[in-house]
């Protein structure tokens, strides 16, 4: 029972993080139709922006509120880095064919990659230290490296707040998306580019806005599994790319173009990981996203969440 | 057509006879000949789906390990089972073997190609790209976990049909076989496109096209258009394979068959020849395949900078030559059109 949930804990712990980089494809999904390969290096960047801020301000052991400090530069830098990639890259493609606009995002995600490595360098980096940072009220103050153990279970306060923050931050962007005018404006124009701008929507605004709400919050999952861990991988390393195509694998489980699907997918493939890995064997950890790929294109290819869309010509 | 096909081939096939006596076995020069050809055959099969179909596989690099490790199998377990001994094997029955061996892996390639585009291929394009990379990494997880590459000594504990599954799991293959040879690759050069290039003027290709074109358009004249997504797919999937098996019996195999050399920056690799090449053109995906084969060994040196330079290349064609540096038309046709 304790193995369970364990297995459990971190399965939320882990499919929360693919549900904060899942929203950014599915959003750039929706309103586009393609799969956004760079989103994955925009949530390296994430991880590396913070490791150098942190080095630049000094902060080898931050408090609480300098995390936070930290989240929002990252979620900045990596809100600029998605806008300066659409209006580069993918804006003078709007009318080209999906499929080129598909090699452009793969160029793209190279570029990001191999300049990343130039930059970055190419080794295995140290982030910052979370053994000054605490957390709480007067007596309920905890710090965010502290392990506790409940019912068996090893809970690490950094992976709570990780979840907790994910979570907060979608829950902002449904806030967003579902009750304000801007929402309203990005799900106009992800029905029909032409009649959205029509309608006087500022249809190239709009998808500007939805590419920097999206990095920033691919931002703010690089910041948050690089605290988790404690450490992170070089620029080019495949992981990273193997985090995004989970993530958009958790969109196309859960309805790819839908918000909540994206949570839900998300959290039921960060599970089935982690079952997999405890049950059956760590091997094939990678390789279960795939499988409930294709498990959910034959049995319902629009995903959990998602309608049926039939193609008009 | 053979009148006009007959002096190229025969050119080519002097070329490779010529070569194979001048250039030494074993050497930096074959070596480079080899990955030349090797590319050819990804890139041009790779074009068949890409170009001509206009779908969108990003997985090539898991067809040839199917095809690379389905082959090695052939020669090293098969010869073990035919001959008692799993070194090289010369004359008659080493050709058939090596001949055999490229037919599995080719057709093993094509299995996997079709269970994984049966589902994919139905649904929207883009579903493809990301079916094909995550099969690419399933078959690179699997083969990581596989156990090592049993010895002649060994080989009596496992039973005969247990012993394919014994593929040397992270470490590679070890102990292919120098099969392959520069005839052997540009005869596989030779029959890839050659079947490429009659294939787009075939009724299939016309197809092809069409689904490319429009597939909605496509559709409603009574194209089967999942059907021909699947030929096409399955007919890249078994080229990559036969790639793959040719790849697996270079001087060096064991370290040439590790999974890692399989991994989706191949599958990139693969696809930016084909980009750049033009998708829909023939000769050139093969022309750009030997360019940038070329450019990587002369870019050793910097090769930091080696793929930052590929990437912006990538999206500057994609921006101001969308369909690539040749289009869909062929070498020929352009130097003819500028004549006239």
């Known amino acids: ?313 | 057509m053979l009148r006009r096909a007959l002096l190229p081939i025969l050119v080519a096939a002097v070329a490779v006879v010529l070569l194979s006596l001048v250039v030494p076995r074993d050497s930096y020069a074959e070596k480079i000949l080899f990955d030349i050809g090797i590319n050819i055959v990804l890139a041009v099969s790779l074009n068949m789906v890409n170009g001509l179909c206009g779908q969108f596989s990003i997985g090539h690099a898991g067809f040839m390990a199917v095809g690379a490790y389905a082959s090695i199998v052939v020669t090293y377990y098969g010869g073990y089972a035919l001959w008692g001994e799993v070194g090289k094997h010369a004359g008659l029955g080493g050709l058939g073997i090596y001949l055999v061996s490229i037919v599995v892996g080719g057709l093993m390639a094509a299995v996997a190609g079709w269970l994984v585009g049966l589902p994919s291929l139905r649904l929207r394009g883009d579903y493809l790209a990301i079916v094909t990379l995550g099969f690419g990494e399933i078959i690179r997880v699997l083969l990581q976990a596989t156990p090592g590459v049993l010895y002649p000594s060994e080989m009596a504990e496992v039973p005969g049909l247990l012993r394919p599954l014994h593929l040397g799991g992270a470490l590679g293959f070890s102990h292919g076989q120098s099969y392959n040879s520069i005839a052997w690759t540009y005869a596989m050069v030779a029959l890839t496109v050659l079947v490429a290039y009659r294939l787009r003027e075939s009724t299939h290709g016309r197809a092809f096209l069409a689904v490319r074109e429009n597939e909605i358009a496509a559709e409603a004249m009574g194209v089967n258009t999942t059907r021909y997504k699947v030929i096409a797919f399955v007919l890249a999937a078994f080229f990559a394979g036969v790639a793959g098996a040719l790849f697996a019996h270079q001087l060096g195999a064991g370290t040439a068959s590790r999974p890692e050399e399989f991994n989706f920056m191949k599958s990139f690799e693969v696809v930016i020849m084909v980009v750049l090449g033009g998708m829909g053109s023939v000769s050139g995906a093969a022309v750009a395949a030997v360019a940038l084969t070329l450019l990587t060994e002369l870019l050793r040196s910097v090769q930091d900078y080696r793929m930052i330079a590929y990437a912006l290349l990538l999206i500057l064609v994609m921006i101001l030559r969308p369909s690539g540096l040749f289009g869909t038309r062929e070498i020929w046709t352009i130097w003819r059109r500028k004549k006239a």
């Open chain 1, 1 to 313: 029972m304790a193995a369970f949930l364990q297995f459990l804990f971190k399965g939320i712990s882990v499919g929360s993080l693919y549900a904060l980089l899942a929203l950014g494809y599915t959003m750039v999904y929706g309103i586009l139709s393609f799969i956004n390969f760079a989103h994955s290096d925009v949530f390296m960047l994430g991880a590396f922006f913070t490791w150098r801020f942190a080095g630049a301000f000094g902060l080898d052991h931050p408090s609480s509120v300098q995390v936070a400090g930290l989240l929002l530069m990252a979620m900045a830098a990596c809100a600029v880095t998605g806008f300066l990639i659409e209006r580069l890259a993918y804006r003078p493609l709007r009318h080209a064919p999906r499929i080129n606009v598909l090699i452009t995002a793969i160029g793209v995600s190279l570029l990001i990659e191999n300049v990343g490595q130039l930059v970055f360098g190419k080794s295995v980096v140290q982030f910052p230290s979370l053994s000054e940072a605490s957390i709480g009220f007067g007596k309920h103050t905890v710090m965010m490296d502290d392990t506790f153990t409940i019912g068996g279970v090893n809970v690490r306060v950094v992976e709570v707040f990780a979840v907790a923050a994910s979570i907060a931050l979608m829950l902002a962007l449904q806030w967003m998306v579902y009750r304000t005018k801007v929402g309203r404006a990005m799900r106009a124009v992800s029905v029909d580019h032409q009649v959205a701008g029509l309608m006087g929507i500022p249809v190239d605004r709009i998808i500007s806005l939805t590419f920097i709400i999206g990095s920033a919050l691919a931002g703010a999952g690089g910041l948050l599994v690089g605290f988790t861990y404690g450490q992170i991988k070089q620029p080019a390393d495949a992981s990273w790319i193997l985090y995004g195509l989970k993530a958009f694998i958790a969109a196309v489980i859960g309805g790819i173009g839908n918000l909540p699907g994206a949570m839900l997918g998300g959290l039921v493939l960060g599970l089935s990981e982690q079952f997999v890995a405890g049950y059956v064997s760590t091997t094939f950890r990678d390789a279960i996203a795939f499988a409930l790929l294709i498990l959910i294109l034959l049995v319902r290819p629009s995903g959990i969440l998602g309608r049926r869309v039939v193609e008009k010509v």
